[in-house]
């Protein structure tokens, strides 16, 4: 688990990330479902491009966007949450997931924060998906989340930072894949 915010992975998020996330977002469109309308793709793909470079030391080989999960690294998929900020998060703040897509076929979530003039991108940390659902909290559309005020938008699973992995510790971790 967290304990330190030094546990979280600070990134500049370079001109070629930055480019690589513009075009995937533009490919990628509006996606059904989708609560932002689009709006939110180039976040996703900064955070997605930001693992990715941190695992692997480059944004060329690894993406494998797909519903299901979008990044293949040591044999786990591995799925990407981020969240647009204005802020550095802090231990307390929480990682979501919607319950639309909790019946994704991924092994591992990596949550990320990206600052939302495109500057930065927080690595919060990881935790392999049964786990993930074995601690979080189920919040409710309207219902208002006593952590923070906030009215939620869209049924969903929330985690605190704090009870994340730290993302190093994803380098050495094995799970086994998803088979259904």
Known sequence: MLK???????MEVTPDLLSAAQASALEMGKLPNSFTGGR???AGFVGEFSVLKYLTGSIDQGLDNTYQYDIIFNELKIDVKSKRTNVKPLLHYECSIAKLNTRQLCDVYVFTRVKND????WLLGFLPKAEYFELANFMEKGTIDPSNGWKVSSDCYNVPIEEL???NELTKFTYPTVSS
């Open 4 to 10: 330190e915010p030094e546990d979280i992975i600070e």
């Open 118 to 121: 495109y500057s930065l991108c």
């Open 40 to 42: 939110s793709n180039l």
């Open 165 to 167: 992995r730290p993302l």
